[in-house]
């Protein structure tokens, strides 16, 4: 009596083994290479799995019958697919790869680049481009040109230091490729000691950055750039400047030479500015706005992915 019970009770559950099955199969792409760590899922089900290094995966304890499946992985178009469970044979899922465009980003000199349109704070950026099309006598001065908000407090044609909104000296801090320049912000008579000749980009983060900058950030920052080598690898590049402005005879060159090859960066740059003192239809000749800036600045680094 009691084999018969047993072997009743085994034909009854029978069906309910047989209403239960997996979902095995390997996502790969377009050129036959496995998608490694992608996600499959059945959204009806609200059941899925992530593929292995090899793009392997298994989904167990699926009901039988036809299921939606949906793979995606990050760089890659969403796949969706119908199939009829349980499978013969392992199933094979091919993914398109897909270009992702990004917005626009600042790279400032701290550890982390901002995104202009999700930063808490406001951030203006000017152009090397723009720096130079700004008759100017220092990157402040252009940079105040530019970029609203900013002002320029000078004591002379070749010195000025930045205010933002009515906040300068030691509440702006002023930085060169994320480096502090605080030379400035104690005298009246010390200016910024960057060449503009040289400069890439200015960033001015506009409002308190003391969590990111420090404690002297309380009005602003103004990070200044340097040009970056650049160029095919193995070709020496070089750049000539020239300027003349004929309110104090300003005469400026800059004579600069970069090199990259494998990762290797170099690059020098020299520049000479020489302005004789002005004059003024009230004044006539206005003493001491003469100046002399010489800069000789070099750079030697290696870019290369670090940890792959």
Do not use: C
């Not at 030379?183 to 003391?210: A, C, F, M, N």
């Not at 104090?248 to 004789?276: C, D, E, I, P």
């Amino acid at each position: 009596m009691k084999q018969y019970l047993t072997f009743f009770l085994l034909l009854l559950t029978l069906p309910t083994l047989a209403q239960t099955s997996a979902l095995r199969g390997r996502v790969l792409d377009q050129k036959g290479q496995p998608v490694p760590f992608a996600n499959v899922g059945l959204p009806a089900l609200q059941q899925g799995a992530a593929a292995d290094e090899n793009g392997r995966f298994t989904v167990a304890d699926l009901p039988a019958g036809p299921q939606q499946v949906q793979v995606s992985a990050v760089g890659y178009t969403t796949a969706n697919q119908t199939v009829t469970l349980p499978l013969a044979q392992p199933l094979t899922v091919r993914l398109q790869s897909t270009e992702s465009t990004l917005g626009e980003v600042v790279v400032t000199g701290v550890s982390r680049s901002t995104e202009i349109r999700r930063s808490p704070v406001p951030i203006a950026a000017l152009t090397g481009r723009e720096i130079r099309l700004n008759a100017n006598g220092n990157a402040i001065d252009a940079a105040a040109r530019g970029v609203p908000g900013l002002a320029a407090v000078t004591t002379g044609p070749n010195i000025s230091k930045p205010f933002i909104r009515g906040l300068g000296y030691n509440r702006v801090l002023t930085m060169f490729n994320g480096l502090r320049q605080e030379g400035q912000q104690w005298g009246d008579e010390h200016g910024i000691e960057v060449d503009g000749y040289g400069l890439d980009r200015v960033e001015v983060v506009k409002g308190p950055s003391s969590l990111l900058y420090g404690s002297d950030a309380v009005a602003g920052v103004v990070n200044l750039l340097p040009a970056l080598p650049t160029g095919p690898n193995g070709e020496l590049h070089g750049e000539a400047l020239a300027e003349y402005q004929s309110v104090n005879g300003l005469v400026g060159n800059s004579l600069a030479f970069n090199y990259q090859k494998n990762g290797f960066q170099t690059s020098l740059r020299g520049s000479h500015r020489l302005a004789r003192d002005y004059r003024n239809a009230v004044d006539g000749l206005v003493y001491n706005t003469g100046f002399r800036e010489l800069n000789l600045t070099g750079m030697v680094g290696v870019r290369k992915e670090w940890g792959r």
